[in-house]
């Protein structure tokens, strides 16, 4: 079954005073490129979705954000002993001065001590970001599950098109056989020219090298090794679309293969009707390559 590189998946979740957003995103790419925006301060997030993204992916460049917000949390006030010992001493170093100069001071109030900077401090609940972490992976399961069913019904509409494309392709390969044939004619009376011609210069000529001239002028004109690759080309196409797992490659390389008969079809039409066919093929074979670029 094909997949395709091309597929997208969105979600939200919530857990324990935390709200997130997910959005996964993959196009085409000849490699797999991962692009992943998510809070740096949730220990070991980022590295946990980078694993199983690679696990799940062979090919595409993928791009997830993660949006992660906290609810409003009150902070809990403290006294920081340290600091109220400080003060404490301060304050009884400063009594002891004013008694030495006669000096009667009021007793100071637990407020006053409190409001000096310092001594009560407001603390943040700690962030378990642990519990968070996990949370969020489990979450992650649907999205990308949601993202590869994405990714595969694009695959099975793949398929139909590239299975459309084989079949035309085999069609036309066909009808290149078929004005190979009816230009069989016009082809020998064409090669008895050409060899009348070179009879005609062959006074003092090397016998190899007349009988290599002759052997050119009839592969110049011989189409059936290019049909014949076709036809296994197309074979080798239909039994890669029934593969599973990332075939996207060797189909890129297959449809190189393809062009490359073709253009030597083209080459050696030498009548209308061929290079029609050749040109036909081209044309489709560029349409299938758009077609495989998607292909993971």
């Not at 199983?52 to 009150?74: F, I």
């Not at 949601?146 to 590239?162: I, P, S």
Request: hydrophobic share 45%.
């Amino acid at each position: 079954m094909l997949i395709s590189m091309t597929g997208f998946a969105s979600a939200r979740g919530a857990h324990e005073g935390y709200s997130w957003a997910w959005e996964l995103r993959g196009v085409n790419g000849k490699g797999l490129d991962l692009r992943l925006r998510v809070p740096d301060w949730i220990d070991g997030l980022e590295a946990g979705l980078r694993a199983r993204l690679t696990k799940a992916l062979a090919r595409g460049n993928v791009s997830l954000g993660l949006r992660v917000q906290a609810e409003e949390q009150t902070g809990r006030l403290r006294v920081n002993a340290a600091q109220l010992e400080d003060v404490l001493a301060a304050m009884a170093e400063v009594e002891a001065c004013a008694m030495a100069q006669g000096l009667s001071l009021a007793p100071a109030r637990p407020g006053d001590v409190l409001a000096v900077r310092g001594v009560l401090e407001t603390t943040s609940a700690e962030q378990d970001t642990a519990a968070l972490s996990k949370a969020l992976m489990e979450d992650f399961d649907g999205v990308l599950a949601e993202f590869q069913n994405m990714r595969a019904a694009e695959g099975k509409a793949l398929h139909t098109v590239l299975t459309a494309q084989l079949d035309e392709v085999a069609q036309l390969t066909e009808a290149a056989i078929e004005a190979a044939e009816a230009r069989r004619d016009e082809m020998a009376a064409a090669l008895r020219v050409s060899l009348a011609r070179v009879l005609d210069n062959a006074d003092g000529v090397d016998e190899a090298r007349l009988t290599q001239e002759l052997a050119l002028i009839a592969v110049k004109s011989d189409v059936t090794e290019e049909i014949d690759r076709l036809r296994t080309h197309v074979t080798a196409a239909r039994d890669l679309l029934t593969q599973d797992g990332a075939v996207g490659r060797k189909l890129d390389f297959l449809m190189q293969e393809f062009n490359r008969e073709a253009n030597t079809l083209c080459s050696k039409a030498q009548s209308g009707g061929l290079t029609t066919i050749g040109l036909a093929l081209k044309a489709l074979i560029d349409q299938m390559r758009e077609q495989v670029q998607n292909v993971e």
